[in-house]
């Protein structure tokens, strides 16, 4: 059914998404406190949210800052208001004409890059359109994915003396810790906080000594933001799943369980008992692939499942999925009962990964304090 002001969780169509407003606003009141005693600028990433009511609770203002990962993000939030944007994935050229496009809206979105040809290719087209495009140039944190090493000043300089020759504006380093997400211990994480942090101020410092701009200096991940302990030389810090929360988040440890704040709503269609199973019509068409816990500690399966006000059952996962059936049982080698729940039960799935979990749905059904439906708010999706 469609979902309306006052609807009652048992009432919805199953497998949706469901949101704790209330969770959301902790989590991000929670991280702009946390950020502001550090020190620096808070740009919230709206890659996991990819709606303009979650990002209204995310941002300072309806004209940002905000970061995203897809241009089809920007032109949605840039519809909206949002004015201060980065596209935090590395250029691409034929993409400069549809960039071109949403700043001619009046958004001053930015970009990234790493190579002297993707310099070559937005300097030409600065020089072409008479269009300064900001650029940030992105930095190698960790060797985890992309970006030019901190320390290769002869990559950053020719890449910034390109792109200020071309007429383009540069703004700064962008650098992203990714390699935080496979970590847990807290000493760990503030380690690699402050690794990130050196590296940055390491690159800044090089564009800097070369007569080059270098006004903006960017980090983020959720994991360095939750656990960075200086941030001295940083201008903003970049995070985003953090405001929903997710069980890879609660494994590393930059969220507590009881932060997550969103779920999957199933129903219980049948039982095979003599396996211990409960099957739910939840599979990873509604939970995603995702299977990240897996290389953690404690292995969560596909999803932890609650009751329908959210509270776990003891030991109790989404073991296996298929495409639109889940498989509840206990954890392997649980002495807990597995609980008597009645073929159209109501329950709450906890997501491995609330970016992935997110995608597979194109709205969030938002929960109030009681437990029931206050709104439902659209979501996009794509590229």
């Not at 990962?69 to 201060?84: H, I, K, Q, V, W």
């Not at 799943?241 to 969103?262: K, N, R, S």
Request: aromatic share 4%; proline share 5%.
């Amino acid at each position: 059914m469609a979902a309306t002001q006052g609807t009652e969780v048992e009432a919805l169509d199953t497998p949706c998404l469901l949101l704790d407003e209330a969770r959301v606003r902790a989590n991000v009141a929670r991280m702009r406190a946390r950020l502001a005693s550090l020190g620096v600028a808070f740009r919230p990433h709206l890659k996991t949210a990819k709606s303009r009511e979650v990002a209204r609770l995310a941002m300072g203002a309806p004209a940002g800052p905000a970061i995203v990962s897809t241009l089809r993000e920007a032109e949605y939030f840039c519809e909206a208001g949002l004015r201060d944007v980065i596209y935090g994935v590395g250029i691409a050229p034929d993409k400069l004409a549809r960039v071109a496009r949403i700043r001619a809206s009046g958004a001053d979105l930015a970009v990234i890059l790493d190579s002297s040809e993707q310099a070559e290719a937005v300097a030409a087209h600065a020089a072409r359109s008479g269009d300064r495009l900001p650029v940030l140039i992105e930095v190698d944190a960790d060797g985890h994915r992309s970006g030019v090493a901190p320390e290769d000043a002869d990559a950053l300089v020719a890449i910034g003396r390109r792109l200020v020759a071309g007429g383009a504006d540069l703004r700064g380093v962008l650098l992203h810790a990714g390699d935080s997400y496979a970590l847990s211990d807290p000493e760990a994480l503030a380690a690699a906080a402050e690794a990130e942090r050196v590296a940055a101020v390491t690159a800044a410092g090089i564009l800097r000594a070369d007569g080059l701009p270098c006004p903006v200096v960017s980090v983020g991940s959720t994991p360095t933001a939750r656990f960075a302990r200086n941030l001295t030389g940083v201008t903003e810090v970049r995070a985003g799943v953090f405001m929903f929360g997710d069980l890879f988040q609660a494994g590393v440890g930059a969220v507590e369980p009881e932060d997550i704040a969103l779920s999957v709503l199933a129903t219980v269609i049948g039982h095979q008992r003599a396996k211990g199973w409960i099957i739910v019509d939840a599979g990873w068409m509604a939970l995603s692939r995702d299977r990240g816990t897996a290389r953690q500690a404690l292995d969560q399966g596909y999803g932890v499942v609650c009751d329908r006000d959210g509270t776990p059952y003891p030991d109790l996962i989404v073991a296996d999925a298929n495409q639109e059936h889940g498989i509840v049982a206990l954890r392997r080698g649980s002495t807990a009962a597995l609980p008597d729940l009645p073929i159209g039960t109501r329950l709450r799935i906890l997501p491995n990964h609330a970016c992935a979990t997110g995608a597979q749905h194109g709205s969030y059904h938002v929960l109030d304090g009681a437990g029931r439906v206050a709104a439902v708010w659209p979501r996009i999706n794509g590229w």
